[in-house]
């Protein structure tokens, strides 16, 4: 038995070990094999030669356009008015959320240059970091309001003008800028005032870019009405039709005009003032400037509506004040 | 002995050829999968389809689907950048209501989308019927949109500004918009999409979008101006997963996170086909939740915005204006469309 056993086992063992190089030898093949394995791999190829011809596509595209607004660009820039955007800003919750919409409106619009004002007594990271971000031409300028002309919490909005100084400072900033262009007082442009919480189409930039003197339009949700307008016949400006006071000189809102960048120039003196009764702000800069009959129409004789009065919510902040007095307020390293 | 001797031999023989056979096993069946895989893939390359110009005398068009290259119509409106066959298309639900700032608002959101490449915009007006305020303006954007209507019954409506939370404003539309989404695009041979809930009085950064178009799954980040905290945001641990939510108001939901600051992957919406924003006996701020807890697990989310530390969308809202000078009978011309 036990030599059978052994005879058995030998034979046993010396097919085993065969047929187990063989398998091995198989096995090592078939490694082998696996990296051959295109399947697996053709996917991913075919994604990669699909993603760089659409690279390629483009920037076919891109040179394509490249190329024919270079020629475009000498003549856009030469003859296209450059739109002055004033917008006096100042430090709350949504001041970030505002001026990034403005500015995503701002972006489709050529031969734009924003002229940001803080009421501050320093420039702001947040408002810095914000304009070179925006990818828009800018001026960052700053003048803090006196503390007596300040709104105090709980004042209601209408009770002391808002962005008087930062409006007349960005006018200095502008004509001394301009005054040093070559092409003195004949440039061309526009200057619009902006507030941050405005609504803005981007037609109505394409409308003012043709203002010789004043321009004017309606402005949307202001006055207490659905819009204020002035009211056209025969091309020109007879009255304005609006709900509150409409016996005052210009009875509008500051979003309804634009003025040439040339009459800006023209007449130096010409600026906001802050000791205006309530609503007088905006005819205390332009009765220097313009007389009713002189006022260009826009919007189809002033029958659209393109810019709307629109005023963002103070943010309910009780349960964050709730947690600052637990001195668990949110990170304040995180800009909101 | 020999029956040791016998074992051990059976087992010396024995063992390695199990050994053996698990390796075949595996490397047989892993070019098995592939074949299929690559079957697969055939069919996703096969038929491809992306969102296109829906023309609005229709409901919703699930034909025409071509890529269209959106014409300028008019010189003044900039055209949206070129639609890219790689990017995932983020589709964009918007609810709407009528009241006088809606213009003011589509407006300004149609400027902020008009920067961002591979977007459509599905816009829900709460109305009977499509207005042609909202047909007018979506045609004059030059976006890529889908304009649906579903009105909320009356008992369902808020009633003037008192914010009743046991009714979610906007569920009904998001829901239409998450059904035409399920008619319109095939589980199977779906284009890579991102379904995005925006609300018209938000404020969106540009950087938001690109944060969420590498969704997998549902991807979250901080909204500021929500739960009467500066910003809400999840809880992110050191691995980078969500473990809970930073707010005051009901942390312990399933989903402590406004519908601003979550994103799903339109794959998910597709393979889950009953899942919808509860309507009926959702408590304040639990709509969301409503709808999350049947599509992911606090697990599966993925953190953006720098593991959530940056804000890229705030939720602004705008204050209702003071139409006091229109009086009873209305001042200005109605005919005039603000």
Not at chain 1, 67 to 75: E, I, L, Y
Not at chain 1, 122 to 146: E, F, I, Q
Not at chain 2, 321 to 330: A, I, R, T, Y
Request: hydrophobic share 35%; with cysteine.
């Amino acid at each position: 038995m036990a030599t059978r056993m052994k005879l058995k086992l030998k034979t046993v063992f010396v097919l085993y070990f065969m047929v187990s190089l063989l398998g091995l030898v198989y096995a090592l093949m078939q490694l082998g094999q696996r990296c051959d394995c295109t399947e697996h791999d053709m996917p991913k190829d075919r994604t990669i030669s699909r993603l760089r011809g659409e690279l390629h596509r483009l920037q076919e595209q891109i040179r394509k356009s490249e190329a024919t607004k270079q020629p475009q660009k000498q003549a856009t820039k030469s003859s296209l008015p450059t739109i002055f955007v004033i917008t006096p800003t100042y430090a709350r919750l949504v001041q970030k959320a505002e001026l990034i919409r403005l500015s995503q409106t701002f972006l489709h619009v050529p031969q734009l240059h924003w002229i940001v004002v803080e009421d501050s007594p320093h420039k702001t990271p947040l408002v810095t970091d914000l304009l070179v971000k925006s990818g828009l031409t800018y001026t960052h300028l700053h003048m803090p309001t006196a503390k007596d002309r300040k709104l105090q919490e709980g004042d209601p909005s209408w009770l002391k003008p808002r962005g008087v100084e930062q409006r007349n400072e960005g006018l200095r900033w502008l004509r001394e800028d301009r005054r040093a262009q070559p092409g003195g007082d004949n440039q061309q442009g526009v200057v619009y005032f902006a507030d941050d919480d405005n609504t803005y189409s981007l037609q109505i930039f394409e409308e003012m870019r043709g203002t010789q003197r004043v321009s004017v339009w309606p402005v949307g949700l202001v006055g207490g009405m659905k819009y204020e307008r002035p009211v056209v016949e025969g091309g020109k400006v007879v009255r304005f039709h609006t709900g509150w006071r409409p016996s005052r000189p210009f009875p509008m809102d500051m979003a309804g005009f634009a003025v040439s960048l040339k009459l800006v120039l023209a007449n130096p003196e010409a600026c906001f003032d802050g000791e205006a009764p309530m609503g007088f702000l905006e005819s205390s800069f332009l009765q220097g400037l313009v007389t009713m009959d002189e006022l260009e129409p826009k919007a189809a004789n002033c029958s659209k509506v393109l810019v709307w009065h629109t005023r963002t919510e103070k943010p309910k902040m009780k349960r964050e004040e709730a947690l600052q007095a637990q001195g668990l307020g949110s990170d304040p390293a995180v800009e909101v | 002995m020999p029956k040791r001797r016998d074992i051990l031999a059976i087992v010396l023989i024995v063992l390695p050829w199990t050994l053996l056979i698990t390796v075949w096993h595996q490397s047989a069946i892993a070019p098995l999968l592939a074949i299929r895989k690559g079957t697969q893939y055939d069919g996703v390359e096969g038929k491809r389809e992306a969102g296109g110009q829906v023309q609005d005398s229709k409901e919703y068009c699930a034909s025409d689907k071509d890529i269209v290259e959106v014409v300028r119509t008019e010189y003044v409106y900039t055209r949206p950048p070129p639609w890219s066959d790689v990017l995932p298309t983020i589709h964009i639900i918007t609810p709407t209501y009528s009241r006088p700032v809606q213009k003011a608002e589509l407006t300004r959101l149609a400027n902020t989308f008009l920067h961002v490449p591979n977007l459509h915009w599905i816009l829900v007006e709460d109305s009977q019927r499509r207005t042609p305020l909202v047909t007018r303006l979506l045609r004059e954007t030059g976006l890529n949109y889908t304009h649906l209507n579903v009105e909320t019954p009356r008992n369902y409506k808020l009633r003037g500004d008192t914010r009743d939370p046991r009714i979610p404003r906007g569920t009904m539309q998001r829901n239409l918009a998450l059904r035409w989404l399920r008619e319109t695009f095939n589980a199977n041979s779906s284009q890579a999409g991102i379904v995005y809930f925006a609300d018209d009085d938000n404020t969106y950064s540009l950087e938001l979008f690109e944060e969420m178009r590498s969704t997998r799954k549902v991807s979250v980040w901080p909204v500021a101006f929500v739960g009467g905290l500066r910003y809400e945001s999840p809880k992110v641990n050191a691995a980078g997963k969500v473990y809970g939510w930073k707010t005051v108001f009901d942390p312990h939901r399933p989903f402590a996170i406004d519908m601003a600051g979550f994103a799903i992957n339109l794959r998910l919406i597709l393979f889950k086909p009953q899942a919808y924003f509860k309507l009926r006996g959702v408590k304040g701020g639990y709509q969301e939740s409503s709808l999350l807890r049947e599509l992911v697990t606090l697990n599966d989310l993925e953190p953006k915005a720098a593991n959530c530390t940056k804000i890229l969308v705030w939720h602004t809202r705008t204050e209702k204006p003071v139409l006091v000078n229109e009086g009873k009978k209305g001042f200005t011309d109605p005919n005039v469309e603000i």
